[in-house]
């Protein structure tokens, strides 16, 4: 019994050994992520942690959470980097320090299954990774559960429905219900001064902007439309020098000087912006129709409930009328993005380090890294791939989106929502999704073989990247110093319009549409 007894003895010493080696096997990787200022500290994260241990990893993490991009080119030109890098680089990084980061086309392929199945059932997303010469320095990321567009355009619904007013469908009828806001005290608060018919808030590529207006013209945009182009026809323009744009500015310049567009949008910034829409301090809501992202978070819990979604307008009030309106198509700039993680060239375990990035596209690991550990009680699964998204405790004294943002990596991680994932949302976002309902009609015109023009998609040589930012640069001063003159009636565009276009070619503009054409039609032929 003795000799069994030493022998069951050491035996249990032997497995203990064999457990503290085995944990002291995990291999070390250091990463940096480069975080919202809210989101807390990625140790305290338990989901991260699990996937650490599942991937055989352990991670010491640095969480930078403001001035980056100003450190970030001294920390690349020493070459002092971490293993893995999250949300940390960017295109040009890649050549302008080339032999610093991995390259992962083939540890993609042995080590990273679910990066695989996303390249392969989203193929937009191999795109995304991928240089002009078709090397992959870091995995994208796609959350499928975003909506078709970012901007909802609003409208005070009790506010319609006290002055007797139908919905506007019509940029005639848009203007004559904004005359009657302005005209008959909306709010009813006895002020009949301190309506604002219509704001807005930036200008080419806003979300916010009233530029998103070019729609009611015919013209599609995709992802914002930044600074102004976009694709018709299978060719790359810029709305900027369409006679489109033109009666776009003449019908906001009739609408600035009637006193029916904020006076002060051209130069408030976003917080301002934001703060208007939620009303005066005595609850009342002090704006008609505005752009914002869901109702809950533009006019707040006590005002939201008065505003609904409008638009888009038919044209009926000029020679270039079209009877089917366009929305901005946003789905893929609000689902994708690049250079979510990166390797360093110098990792010593990049086997190791791959199956660790793998673990964030897993269908499951992918809902949390987006809303928040299931064991951090941000998310419940409910079966499966199918989950629900749970509010802040009370305590928290946070709406969802703050808590989000709060919780977890949020819309900067890598991950792969796949589109048969179910999640039930939050408050929030159901409004979000349920909102943009009112667009559904008008996105689906949209020709996707020849007007989807995912401008982040396309990919340049180094020489071309340098070229376009220089000339795009004069081409937007030109551009930013007329669309203001135009609306306050400071210069009227139908006098200037000839030499404001000459203009805006001198500075390069036909140059800009042959690289970006170039590359647009390389991006098709793949």
């Given at each position: ?40 500290s990625?140790y305290d ?10 991937a ?30 999250f ?9 302008t ?22 390249f392969?059932e ?32 609003f ?24 005359i ?22 930036g ?23 930044y ?14 020098v ?16 009637e006193g ?6 051209i ?58 309106p ?5 789905f893929?700039?609000?689902n ?25 596209y ?7 890294v ?34 989000k ?8 991680g ?42 982040f ?27 203001g ?24 503009l ?17």
């Amino acid at each position: 019994m003795k000799r069994i007894l030493a022998a069951v003895l050491a035996l249990i010493l032997c497995l203990g050994c064999l457990s503290f080696a085995a944990a002291e096997e995990k291999v070390k990787l250091t990463a940096v992520f480069i975080a919202h200022p809210l989101t807390q500290s990625v140790y305290d994260m338990e989901w991260l942690g699990e996937i650490a241990d599942k991937a055989g990893v352990e991670i010491a993490w640095e969480q930078i959470y403001t001035d980056w991009n100003q450190v970030k080119s001294t920390r690349f030109a020493s070459g002092d980097i971490p293993d893995l890098l999250f949300n940390a680089t960017g295109d040009s990084d890649y050549t302008t320090y080339d032999g610093l980061f991995m390259e992962l086309t083939d540890l993609i392929d042995q080590y990273a299954p679910n990066v695989k199945a996303m390249f392969a059932e989203e193929p937009d997303t191999l795109a995304l990774a991928k240089t002009a010469e078709g090397k992959i320095y870091a995995t994208p990321k796609f959350q499928g559960k975003w909506p078709d567009t970012n901007g909802v355009l609003f409208i005070n619904k009790v506010w319609l429905d006290k002055l007797g007013l139908e919905m506007p469908t019509t940029l005639s009828q848009l203007k004559n219900v904004l005359i009657a806001f302005r005209d008959n005290d909306a709010n009813g608060n006895g002020n009949p001064g301190d309506e604002v018919p219509m704001d807005f808030n930036g200008w080419f590529g806003s979300a916010y902007s009233l530029s998103n207006m070019i729609g009611s013209w015919g013209i599609q945009l995709v992802n914002w439309g930044y600074d102004g182009y976009f694709a018709e026809g299978g060719v790359i323009k810029n709305y900027a020098v369409d006679e489109r744009y033109k009666a776009m500015m003449g019908y906001l310049a009739d609408l600035y000087q009637e006193g029916l567009i904020n006076p002060n949008a051209i130069t408030n910034d976003y917080s301002m912006f934001q703060s208007l829409s939620r009303g005066d301090s005595d609850g009342n809501a002090l704006v008609g129709v505005v752009y914002g992202w869901e109702e809950t978070d533009k006019f707040g819990p006590n005002l939201y409930s008065q505003y609904v979604p409008v638009g888009p307008f038919a044209d009926d009030i000029d020679d270039l009328a079209t009877s089917d309106p366009r929305w901005t198509y946003d789905f893929s700039g609000l689902n994708m993005s690049s250079n979510r993680i990166a390797m360093s060239a110098k990792c010593q375990n990049p086997e190791a380090a791959m199956k660790f990035i793998d673990m964030f596209y897993d269908p499951e690991v992918s809902v949390q890294v987006l809303f928040g550990g299931i064991t951090d009680g941000n998310v419940a699964k409910l079966g499966d791939d199918h989950y629900e998204v749970l509010d802040p405790p009370a305590e928290a004294n946070t709406d969802n989106g703050t808590w989000k943002w709060t919780s977890t990596f949020a819309d900067n991680g890598p991950m792969y929502i796949r589109r048969a994932t179910q999640i039930d949302m939050a408050k929030d976002m159901a409004f979000a999704l349920k909102e943009r309902d009112q667009y559904t009609e008008a996105i689906a015109r949209i020709n996707m073989d020849t007007e989807y023009y995912p401008q982040f998609l396309m990919k340049y040589s180094v020489d071309d990247q340098n070229t376009l930012a220089q000339l795009q640069v004069g081409v937007t001063s030109v551009t930013d110093s007329w669309w203001g003159l135009w609306m306050t009636g400071e210069a009227d565009v139908n006098d200037t319009w000839d030499d404001y276009v000459a203009e805006v070619y001198a500075n390069g503009l036909q140059q800009i549409l042959d690289i970006r054409q170039a590359s647009y039609d390389a991006w098709k032929a793949n």
